[in-house]
């Protein structure tokens, strides 16, 4: 994220001698807020570039939202806290952690994609990595609520696809959310959704520490015929403060061979599918179902090509 700064406000103290105005106690810190909760961490010497302030100012901010819980100061700067039930990385720090699980993650759900189908894209790394693997499919419909997800699709996808970006308030994980975007996904109906994840557990399902992508997610899931979520093996044992669904609510899950054993076999016993890749070797072990439910096949189901 590049703060850029701002030469003008509504209101608040008079211009400075290079005739603009500073930036309000408030909005420099919202901003310093987003730019944690984007890159992860931020230090001193590059929100005084950014702000055009002191550097005295900006440490009073630190210490302000620091006081607050809401983020973490260390030396020569701050950081998010990353335990917090409301702490949302942004997609570019997202981008960086975990990235050979994420890619053998979305290579495997490749293939679960027919041509001519449609399916639905959450917003996160990992639902991304699968975007890009999908520009070449034929005839796909995909709808998503994800900003990078429809950039990729848009400029790199097949003249013959078709992409539906919902609409909605960004978040700092480039999600649209809200009621708009709720309203555009419930009155569509797609085949396969395939969903990433803030945290997941065995009590509390899957989770997102923001409340308005819960609910967006929620009407993704709600839109498809079968819910795949994508989850690298640190998501287990996350918690956000907002539930979007059961664990027995996906039909697969597919992760990597980082998952604890234990993990594996709540999941496995929860879901009709488990699918652990290696992402040395792209090796998958697949764990066929222990849930009690009758689900019907659908597009991309083994056997039915």
Do not use: C
Request: charged share 20%; no cysteine.
């Amino acid at each position: 994220m590049v703060i850029e700064q701002v030469d003008q406000v509504t209101d608040g103290p008079a211009p400075d001698a290079t005739g603009k105005r500073p930036v309000l106690a408030r909005q420099r810190q919202t901003l310093i807020l987003e730019r944690v909760r984007e890159e992860g961490a931020v230090r001193v010497a590059d929100l005084v570039r950014a702000l055009g302030v002191s550097d005295m100012t900006i440490r009073r901010d630190l210490e302000i939202l620091h006081d607050r819980g809401l983020l973490e100061k260390v030396h020569g700067g701050a950081a998010a806290i990353e335990d917090s039930s409301l702490f949302e990385p942004g997609f570019t720090a997202k981008s960086t952690q975990m990235q050979a699980e994420k890619l053998a993650i979305a290579a495997v759900a490749a293939t679960l994609v027919v041509p001519g189908t449609a399916i639905a894209l959450s917003a996160g790394t990992t639902t991304f990595a699968l975007a890009r693997r999908l520009t070449e499919v034929p005839g796909l419909t995909v709808l998503t609520n994800s900003v990078p997800v429809a950039d990729v699709l848009y400029k790199d996808g097949r003249p013959d696809q078709t992409v539906i970006l919902s609409g909605g308030v960004r978040t700092p994980s480039d999600a649209l959310v809200g009621p708009f975007a709720v309203d555009v996904i419930r009155s569509l109906h797609v085949d396969l959704v395939f969903m990433g994840t803030h945290g997941m557990d065995s009590r509390s399902g899957f989770t997102t520490p923001n409340i308005l992508e819960a609910d967006t997610n929620r009407a993704l899931i709600a839109s498809g015929r079968r819910l795949i979520v994508l989850a690298d093996h640190t998501k287990w044992g996350i918690v956000g403060i907002s539930s979007v669904a059961r664990l027995d609510g996906a039909d697969t899950i597919i992760t990597d061979t980082g998952l604890d054993p234990a993990a594996r076999d709540q999941i496995s016993s929860s879901v009709r599918r488990l699918m652990l890749v290696d992402p040395a070797s792209g090796g998958v072990s697949v764990f066929e179902g222990g849930a009690d439910r009758d689900v019907q096949a659908g597009p991309g189901d083994p056997g039915n090509g």
